[in-house]
C-alpha cells in the first residue's frame, strides 16, 4: 500500500510563502492521481491541487490558482506544493493524498482517494 508523509507546514505572515512536501513510499505507481487538500476548522475538506501523475498534468482550485504550484519529482517519489502571496483564508491542516479511483484528476473530491497523509499544518496570519 502506499504510504504518504507530509511535511514543511508552519506559522508564516501573509504575504509570505512555504514549500510543502509528500514523500510517498510503498506502490506509488498504481495512484494515478495525486494531490493536496486542506481543512479548515469548521469546514469541509476541499481539493487544492492536483496532479496526473502518468502526464504530470494539473488542476488547481481557482483560490490558489496563480499562487500556487504543485510538482513531482518521481525520481524521489516525492510531491511537492509551492506557496506563494499566503493569504490567511489559506489556514488550514494540509493533506496529501493519493488516488487510483478517480477518472481525472481535476475533480478535487475526497472520497475518490485511496490513501491520506496525517497532514501538516500552515497557519497565515495578517
Known amino acids: 500500500q502506499v504510504q504518504l508523509v507530509e511535511s514543511g507546514g508552519d506559522s508564516v505572515q501573509a504575504g509570505g510563502s512555504l514549500r510543502l512536501s509528500c514523500a510517498a513510499s510503498g506502490y506509488t505507481f498504481s495512484s494515478n492521481c495525486m494531490g493536496w487538500f486542506r481543512q479548515a476548522p469548521g469546514k469541509e475538506r476541499e481539493g487544492v491541487a492536483t496532479?496526473?501523475?502518468?502526464?504530470?498534468?494539473?488542476y488547481y482550485a481557482d483560490s490558489v490558482k496563480g499562487r500556487f504550484t504543485i510538482s513531482q519529482d518521481n525520481r524521489k517519489n516525492t510531491l511537492y506544493l509551492q506557496m506563494n502571496s499566503l493569504k490567511p483564508e489559506d489556514t488550514a491542516m494540509y493533506y496529501c493524498a493519493a488516488g487510483t479511483t478517480p477518472y481525472w484528476c481535476g475533480g478535487f473530491r475526497p472520497y475518490e482517494y485511496n490513501y491520506w497523509g496525517q497532514g501538516t499544518q500552515v497557519t497565515v496570519s495578517s
Open positions: 496532479i496526473d501523475t502518468e502526464n504530470g498534468r494539473t
